[in-house]
């Protein structure tokens, strides 16, 4: 599956932005999907993931409460509401997918990546 990662953006301290992860190749239902990101200097660390079904969703600490992660398997996209941003927000986020059933919140636990998408919170 080919993973293509969108809107991301400038945004202010308060304010909401949506990613999408499209999938191509493959029916992306068959996938659990995640959203990861990396800000510079730091290693890649899980925000947020969601079961093949959309039954199930999970969030890092930090993002509880502020972001919503959901797909539309008709439209073979997964998507991260992100609302009430800080600036600690500011990162590259991934999609990432992978066949196996079950949580994972580690960068090693998803076969597919997508490319990236820059989020940058101004204070």
């Known amino acids: 599956v080919q993973l293509q990662a969108s809107g991301g953006g400038l945004v202010q301290a308060g304010g909401s932005l949506r990613l999408s992860c499209a999938a191509s190749g493959r029916t992306l239902s068959n996938y659990v999907v995640g959203w990861f990101r990396q800000a510079p200097g730091k290693e890649r660390e899980f925000v947020s993931s969601?079961?093949?079904?959309?039954?199930?969703?999970y969030y890092a600490d930090p993002v509880k409460g502020r972001f919503i992660i959901s797909r539309d398997n008709a439209k073979n996209t997964v998507y991260l509401q992100m609302n009430s941003l800080k600036p600690e927000d500011t990162a590259v986020y991934y999609c990432?997918?992978?066949?196996?059933?079950?949580?994972?919140?580690?960068?090693?636990?998803?076969?597919?990546w997508g490319q990236g998408t820059l989020v940058t919170v101004s204070s």
């Open positions: 990432a997918a992978d066949r196996t059933p079950g949580v994972r919140t580690t960068p090693q636990g998803y076969d597919y």
């Open positions: 969601i079961t093949r079904s959309g039954g199930s969703t």
